[in-house]
């Protein structure tokens, strides 16, 4: 029985219903779906989908319980098309009113894909024009996670202007969205965008435990060991950490009155810490009136780029560690009194762009609803230089740049609901690691692709686009080999295409503007591979390279029909003989190939193509897609 009353009560702190299903989502067609979620054990759930309008089907779909109070309902959904009221009863009885039934597609990556419509070029236009009410969106709210988390809670939108530029970095993400419009345009079915990705995180972050390759082991061995009872939580280890290295100035009877003053939130760089590496202490008294507002507290840093932790009164309330990820911490009642109180937050950066990244408008404290501005003078001292003492402790407690957290947290609550398919723009955050990227990035679509349980679905990347640095000389670079690492990864799984952006970047801006047309060239993947349409998805694909001993390295191509060669820079190859030595080569278009020659190079034997870290791009086939970059050495 007591069994029993503890399952009743876990169950009872669950959801009944998954909050990834909801008013106005999307249901995948033609698939085998389920909705799940939590009642009483052993508790009887019934599913009925009813449309809104006469003339088809009623879907019908019994089930039970399990003893843990989860449940599933497995069910063929109506035809294409919609809306629909999904009505589901099991002690209690939830509708999901404007449900359409088309195609779900998962968008996933780091900041290029949580770039938001917002940010994209001719925003404004977009946006106005954003009224697609059969495309619906849904964005996973940023949740780190050492452990696997059943449900995350956020909402299905129905795509229009005033949604569309919700939430996010700048709105729901412009890939994501470009991508789902093409589909929407050219099919004429409901399309259902999952917005889940996080700036600056790693593809490992991304990959479940049991599917991540070994160079990991360590880490998600550091991931699970904060999970056994009794481990020490990141904050204490750091907190430990930064109180042995330095003094404690968390008190609240703290003497700052000879301290420097600065005006915050500011990085580093502008309150006279721009080359400086190490922790920092900034206070501030704040007013409370008597009596205190009603209502819980909050401490309200913004997105910072370094390691906090925070003290109200000598209190700690909580640390962060992540960049961009925003500090919102509870903070007791009880600490808090009329009149004056201190906070102290105890400041580590890592590199030159650390500090408070955002507005004074979101340096606040909050009591109830009542709002406190934190904004303007600070009192500031040094307190260590990271050069002079011990590491920091590994931040492994729910960090998104560690190994499974992302998986964990922002991609297991969705599994296994009925999808389409993916798209990912990621990898800027694994250059440097090409050669492991080549076996982790296959081996997370594998571990997506169980997770979610329907086969080897379309999975598709957009392979980096031009940034940084364009050599006068050809040489080696961690860009280019990323990209090839990326074009090995999709060669090497079932139902992948890739999107060649090199072309379209920014060589002095990482977040390129031009969203559209790299969810136009997904898309175009997405109509030949997922959904059989007859058309170009590729541009020029290395196939072989042969040289005759008479100078001439003739280099052919598949997906090269209508070869042409753009006016560059140089041409972008470069071709070698036997000693290695790269240099730029003429090139000439001959049919599906390029000759490429080269006074300085009397028998070439080897080719690299748009090998830089923002190369010269210059052929494409006559579709107007840009070649694929390669190397034969």
Known sequence: MMTLFVMAQLASTMPFLSPVFGDHMVLQRDKLNELWGWTQPNASVSLTINPDKGGVRTVTAMGKADANGKWTLRFRPPVTGGPYTVKIQGGQTVELRDVLVGDVWICSGQSNMEFGITMANNAKEEIQNANRPTIRLYAVPKSPSNTLRPFVESQWLTCTPENIVKGGCGGFTAVGYFFGRKLNDDLKVPIGLIHTSWGGTPAESWTSAKGIIKDFQKQVEAVEAMNEPGAPHTADLVEQWAKANGPDYSGADVDDSAWDSVDLPARFGRIGLANFRGAVWFRKMVDLPDPLP?????????????????????????????????????????????????????????????????????????????????????????????????PVPPLVENNPYWP??????????????????????????????????????????????????????????????????????????????????????????????????????????????????????????????????????????????????????????????????????????????????????????????????????????????????????????????????????
């Open 294 to 390: 009603d209502g819980d507290a909050q401490l309200t840093t913004g997105s910072n780029d370094g390691i906090d932790l925070n003290f109200v009164n000598g209190v700690r309330t909580d640390f962060g560690s992540s960049v961009l990820n925003w500090r919102n911490h509870a903070v007791p009642r009880s600490v808090l009194h009329p009149g004056k109180n201190v906070i102290s937050i105890c400041f580590t950066g890592m590199s030159g762009g650390a500090g408070f990244t955002t507005g004074a408008d979101a340096f606040n404290l909050r009591i109830g609803g009542k709002w406190f501005p934190l904004g303007g003078p600070w009192k500031m001292k040094k307190a260590f230089e990271l050069k002079d003492v011990a």
């Open 404 to 633: 499974t957290t992302l998986y964990n947290g922002m991609l297991y609550p969705l599994m296994p609901m009925a999808i389409k398919g993916a798209i990912w723009y990621q990898g800027e955050s694994n250059v440097g690691r090409a050669e492991q990227y080549s076996r982790l990035l296959p081996a997370m679509i594998t571990d997506w692709r169980k997770g979610f349980g329907q086969g080897d679905f379309p999975f598709f990347v957009v392979q980096l686009a031009n940034f940084g640095g364009r050599s006068a000389q050809p040489h080696d670079a961690g860009w280019p080999e990323l990209r090839e690492a990326q074009t090995k990864a999709v060669n090497s799984v079932k139902n992948a295409g890739l999107a060649v952006t090199v072309d379209i970047g920014e060589a002095r801006d990482i977040h390129p503007k031009n969203k559209q047309e790299v969810g136009r060239r997904l898309a175009l993947s997405a109509l030949k591979i997922a959904y059989g349409k007859k058309l170009e998805d590729s541009g020029p694909t290395f196939a072989e390279a042969d040289s005759k001993g008479d100078g001439k390295l003739v280099v052919w191509f598949h997906h090269a029909k209508g070869l042409v060669l753009r006016p560059g820079a140089t041409s972008g190859f470069a071709i070698c003989g036997k000693d290695g030595k790269f240099v730029w080569a003429d090139a000439k278009v001959v049919g599906e190939s390029v000759v490429l020659t080269s006074p300085e190079v009397a028998n070439p034997v080897d080719v690299r193509y748009a090998w830089d870290d923002d190369p010269v791009a210059t052929l494409y086939n006559g579709d107007g897609l840009p070649a694929v970059p390669f190397r034969t050495r």
